[in-house]
């Protein structure tokens, strides 16, 4: 797995040290890129020892050594830096990192990519076009498709169709047909993930499902033939239903995944559901990408405070997925530049 080091201003280094600490994580191989210091900072915050050898970048052009192992980028300097707040060289380390990371998975030289939070809010700091981290993948990997972002708790998973866009533009987003392809996407990934034929329930964008057109017609006109087909392609999914009650239903065992079709509509209720356990999976390019499904927590950068729960889930997650995903080919070489071209990278891709 390959771990990037999240925003230096939140709890990101600290959550880091401490999975890396973790008995869990002490057979596991992992390289962790980022500036070392800033991992220092972290183990010093959670009150943990490391001893993990640090590596120069240009030392990763044919196979990583086994075991825990950090990439110093020496990008992010912790003398003066003020905790619990934005900036931007927090961002730039971030984006650098995060380019990082993909690149060595990219390269096939990880199998999994895991990031601790990130602040978007940094990242515009450092690179204004910065718009969220589906985009950022697709134009730093090249995609020739974007992924999409999963939340997982062991009892439900939650899917979107639109995720980081104002509110106000969901329903002109919404089309059949980007509806239908994310259920297929979800399929895809359970099925990929150990849970075959997954039962999905998508929820409806407005209230009562339209109530009869009453409230709009986005849910007779667009959701329920993007369901109808997805049905007679011999997916198990059902919609669309009111959204104050799918979750309930899912909970109780009628579904295994959620379809939403915004942003909140689906993470208000997977965080009142398991704010210390969710995970944020980002699937769809070959390998997965996780980080826990939580933020920055600025309140508490530097107390020591953070909770791992959802940190450890989200690598645990990240593992067991890679285990599971078939060998990639035509896996691209990383060149001794390769993390000076990641940094270019990412600031030609942010902006």
């Not at 070489?333 to 940094?343: C, H, I, K």
Request: hydrophobic residues 50%; glycine residues 10%; charged residues 20%.
């Amino acid at each position: 797995m390959a771990l990037a080091i999240g925003d230096a201003g939140g709890v990101g280094p600290e959550l880091a040290a401490k999975l890396l600490a973790h008995p869990q994580m002490q057979d596991r191989d992992i390289v962790v890129v980022g500036d070392a210091r800033v991992l220092r900072m972290g183990a010093e915050h959670a009150g943990v020892a490391l001893d993990l050898p640090v590596l120069a970048a240009d030392a990763l052009q044919a196979e990583l050594p086994a075991g825990r192992v950090i990439v110093d980028l020496a990008n992010c300097p912790v003398e003066g830096r003020s905790l619990g707040a934005s900036s931007p060289e927090a961002g730039a380390a971030s984006l650098q990192n995060f380019a990082a990371v993909l690149r060595l998975a990219q390269s096939g030289l990880a199998d999994a990519v895991m990031f601790t939070p990130f602040n978007k809010h940094s990242m515009r700091l450092a690179r204004p076009a910065y718009v969220d981290e589906i985009g950022f993948i697709d134009a730093t990997l090249g995609a020739a498709r974007s992924g999409r972002e999963f939340n997982v708790l062991d009892e439900v998973w939650n899917a979107r169709v639109t995720s980081h866009i104002p509110l106000r533009e969901v329903a002109s987003r919404l089309s059949v047909e980007r509806i239908l392809d994310s259920i297929r996407l979800t399929v895809e990934v359970m099925e990929g993930a150990g849970k075959p034929k997954p039962r999905i329930g998508v929820a409806a964008l407005n209230p009562h499902a339209g109530d009869g057109r009453n409230f709009g017609d986005e849910d007779d006109d667009i959701i329920a033939p993007a369901v109808a087909r997805a049905a007679a392609e011999g997916i198990r999914v059902s919609g669309p239903i009111p959204s104050d009650t799918v979750f309930v239903r899912a909970t109780r065992g009628e579904f295994d995944a959620v379809l939403t079709m915004y942003h909140d509509q689906g993470q208000i209720a997977m965080k009142l559901m398991g704010f210390d356990r969710g995970v944020t999976l980002i699937a769809g390019y070959g390998f997965p990408i996780v980080t826990p499904a939580h933020g920055t927590a600025f309140d508490i950068a530097g107390q020591g405070k953070a909770d791992l729960g959802a940190t450890l889930a989200a690598a645990r997650l990240g593992f067991d997925l890679a285990k599971l995903n078939p060998p990639r080919q035509g896996q691209a070489a990383l060149s001794a530049d390769w993390a000076t071209e990641a940094v270019a990278e990412a600031a030609r891709v942010a902006g």
